[in-house]
C-alpha cells in the first residue's frame, strides 16, 4: 500500500516511511492512495474475533508489505496487553438505543492509548530495521502527552521532549507525563499557553537544519499510523451490534478530527454507518464548517473538555482531500487560503459529500452538565466530560430511532475528576492501574516560552545524527 500527500506534491512513501514522517514534505498529510474494502462476508465473519484478532484484519492491508502478518499480531499483541479489559473497549448499554464505547481502559485513561501503544511499537520496529533514530518533540494540552510518553519510555532509538503550558493541565494529566523517570523522557513546562507550546513546536519542525540534525518526528494525530489504529474500533463495535445487516451511529468528541476521521475510514471499507455525530464544544469550527461551509478560525476559549479545545482541526484537511476528488494542487491552493486569511469555504463537492454521512452538534457546558447527569440517572455510568459533550449531541440527533448509536467514551473520569463532581456529586476514583500516581517523584525543568530556551535545552539532550 502506498500513500500520498493531501497537497499533491510530496513522494508516495509506503506504510514504514508515512509512520516515520509524520507529516509530508509539501505539508500535507498521508492519505492510503485508494481504500481497501471488506464484502459483507468478511465483516460477518469478524463478529466472533478479540480485538486483537479484528486489529489485524482491518490494519492488515493498510501495513502491506512493511510487516507481516505475524509481525503485526505480535505487535497488536504487546500493545493491547497492556489494557485493563478482556474487550480493550467495551460497549456499555445506556438505555434501548443509546451505547457507551469506553475507549479509556489503557495505561493514561484516554482514548490516545489506543493508537499511540501501537505506534510507538511501530515507531521501535521500523528504527531498528533502518538502524536511526528519532527525537519526537510535541506540545501537549495533556492527554496526548501522557499517552505518547507511556508509549515510548524506554524504547530505544527514542527521544521524547513533551512540551506542556506550566499549571494548565490537570494534576493527574502533569503527573502521568512527569513521573515517568526512563533516561529517554524530557517533560518541558512551558511558561505560557498551549498555543505558545504549540507554535515552539510548529517552529523547530519548520527550521529545516534543526529538523534535520536531530531527526525531529510527530506524534500527533496528523501520523497516519494513529488514525489506522482508531478505525478497528470501529468495526469492532459495528460488527457486534449487527453490521452488515444492520447499520449503527457514532458521535464522536472532536478536536483534532482524528477519532471521527477513523470513523470515516470504516465508512469507506464498507462498514454500514448510519451518522457520524462531530460533537464539538463551544469551540465550534467543524460544526460551523460541516453545518453552514464557513471553516474559519476562532479565538480558543478554555472549557471543562481542555483536549477539544482546538480551532483548527488539522485532520480535516484529510476529508476535505478524498472529498474533493484527491485533487492536491486545489487542496494545497486551499490551505494555503486559509493559512493566509484564516478562514475558508467549503466548495459544494465538500459540503454535499460531508452532509451525505457527517451530521455536527456544538454542545455547551449546560448541555455536556446535563448529558452527564443523564448517564448517572438513567443508567448509573459516570462520564467525563469530553464524552458527555458526545453523548448530548448523541441524545440531540435527529436519526432513526431503530438505529443504536454509539457514543464513543474518550476518557476515564477520574482524568476529569473535579468537572465530573461539579455536575454529578460524584467523585470518581483513579482505577487502581495508576497505582500511587500521587506518592512517586516527579521530574521536569520549567522553562521560558522562548524558541532558544526550549532549542537550547533540546540541544544539550537530544542524540544528533551522527
Ligand atoms: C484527544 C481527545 C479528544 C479529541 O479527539 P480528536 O481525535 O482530536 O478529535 C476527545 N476527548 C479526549 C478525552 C481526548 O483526549
Not at 481502559?105 to 501501537?118: E, I, N
Not at 494542487?329 to 469555504?345: I, N, P, S
Not at 522553562?447 to 533540546?458: C, D, K, M
Request: hydrophobic share 45%; proline share 4%.
Amino acid at each position: 500500500m502506498q500513500y500520498q500527500s493531501t497537497r499533491g506534491s510530496a513522494a508516495a512513501l509506503d506504510f514504514e516511511g508515512a509512520t516515520l514522517a509524520g507529516l509530508a514534505s509539501d505539508g500535507g498529510l498521508y492519505l492510503p492512495e485508494r481504500w481497501p474494502t471488506f464484502t459483507a462476508d468478511a465483516f460477518a465473519a469478524m463478529r466472533g474475533l478479540s480485538y486483537v484478532e479484528t486489529a489485524v484484519r482491518v490494519i492488515g492491508p493498510f501495513v502491506g508489505d512493511a510487516l507481516s502478518e505475524a509481525e503485526l499480531r505480535d505487535l497488536c499483541t504487546q500493545a493491547y496487553a497492556r489494557f485493563d479489559h478482556e474487550a480493550v473497549t467495551p460497549l456499555k448499554q445506556l438505555d434501548h438505543r443509546h451505547w457507551l464505547l469506553e475507549l479509556f481502559h489503557g495505561p493514561t485513561l484516554a482514548f490516545k492509548d489506543v493508537a499511540l501503544q501501537l505506534l510507538g511499537l511501530l515507531f521501535e520496529t521500523f528504527l531498528s530495521r533502518r538502524d536511526t533514530h528519532i527525537t519526537i518533540v510535541g506540545a501537549t494540552s495533556g492527554d496526548t502527552g501522557s499517552a505518547a510518553i507511556d508509549a515510548v519510555a524506554g524504547r530505544a532509538k527514542i527521544d521524547i521532549f513533551m512540551l506542556h503550558p506550566v499549571g494548565r493541565v490537570s494534576e493527574v494529566q502533569r503527573k502521568q507525563m512527569t513521573t515517568v523517570l526512563a533516561p529517554n523522557v524530557y517533560n518541558i513546562a512551558v511558561e505560557g499557553s498551549f498555543d505558545d507550546a504549540q507554535a515552539l513546536v510548529k517552529r523547530m519542525f519548520n527550521d529545516a537544519d534543526f529538523a534535520a540534525r536531530y531527526d525531529l518526528s510527530a506524534v500527533n494525530s496528523i501520523n497516519w499510523a494513529r488514525l489506522v489504529a482508531q478505525v478497528v474500533y470501529y468495526v469492532y463495535v459495528g460488527v457486534r451490534l449487527g453490521a452488515p445487516e444492520r447499520s449503527v451511529a457514532f458521535a464522536v468528541p472532536t478536536g483534532n478530527f482524528g477519532d471521527v476521521f477513523a470513523g470515516y475510514v470504516a465508512a469507506q471499507m464498507g462498514l454500514p454507518i448510519e451518522r457520524l455525530i462531530v460533537a464539538t464544544n463551544v469551540n465550534d469550527i467543524l460544526h460551523r464548517a460541516l453545518s453552514s461551509g464557513d471553516y474559519s478560525q476562532g479565538t480558543v476559549t478554555p472549557t471543562a473538555t481542555p483536549s477539544m479545545d482546538i480551532q483548527v482541526s488539522s485532520n480535516f484537511e484529510r476529508l476535505l482531500f478524498d472529498l474533493g476528488g484527491r485533487n492536491g494542487g486545489a487542496l494545497a491552493e486551499q490551505m494555503r487560503g486559509f493559512e493566509a486569511t484564516k478562514a475558508m469555504r467549503l466548495t459544494n463537492a465538500q459540503r454535499e459529500g460531508a452532509a451525505r454521512l457527517f451530521g455536527s452538534a456544538r454542545i455547551d457546558e449546560m448541555d455536556m452538565n446535563r448529558a452527564m447527569r443523564w448517564a448517572y440517572d438513567a443508567a448509573g455510568e459516570i462520564i467525563d466530560p469530553h464524552s458527555a459533550v458526545g453523548l448530548a449531541a448523541a441524545l440531540a440527533a435527529d436519526i432513526d430511532p431503530s438505529v443504536p448509536v454509539v457514543t464513543l467514551a474518550t476518557a476515564h473520569p477520574a482524568k476529569f475528576r473535579d468537572a465530573v463532581e461539579r455536575a454529578t456529586g460524584v467523585r470518581p476514583t483513579l482505577p487502581s492501574r495508576t497505582g500511587d500516581l500521587f506518592g512517586r517523584e516527579e521530574r521536569y525543568v520549567t522553562l521560558p516560552a522562548t524558541f532558544e530556551a526550549v532549542t537550547s535545552y533540546i540541544a544539550e539532550h537530544a542524540t544528533p545524527r551522527t
